[in-house]
């Protein structure tokens, strides 16, 4: 059973890559993997080759997962007014709930 692991798109604060990390949550964001501007299908194919769950924004990850578009997992933050502080705490909820393999192909909605 394998951890769910974050990759951070674009418009996911800083913030929440830092304090994901110091509570041990493995994290990247899309600069840490050279993939700043890339397109979404591209990202979708480099979190599934790297295994790990979309946390996002962009609603067209969701469109992208009922089109059938195979992915890792995605996080959909429906509203950018989620504060930073309540990103986290559904974050590692769902990390220490859920498991890649329960992600696959799962979108979750916060």
Known sequence: MAEVRYYLD???????????????????????VGMR????????????????????FDKDFVILDSDGVTHAGIAYFNSQKN????MINYLELLHD??????????????
Do not use: W
């Not at 890339?38 to 080759?49: G, R």
């Not at 709930?97 to 916060?110: C, L, P």
């Open 37 to 56: 501007t890339k397109s979404d299908i591209e990202h979708i194919q480099k979190a599934l080759e790297l295994e790990r769950v979309i946390v996002t």
């Open 83 to 86: 504060s930073i502080g309540d």
């Open 10 to 32: 674009e418009n996911i604060a800083k913030s929440v890559l830092k304090v994901l990390r110091r509570k041990g949550i493995d994290t990247v964001s899309v600069n840490d």
């Open 97 to 110: 709930v859920m498991d890649a393999e329960e992600m696959f192909n799962h979108v979750e909605y916060f």
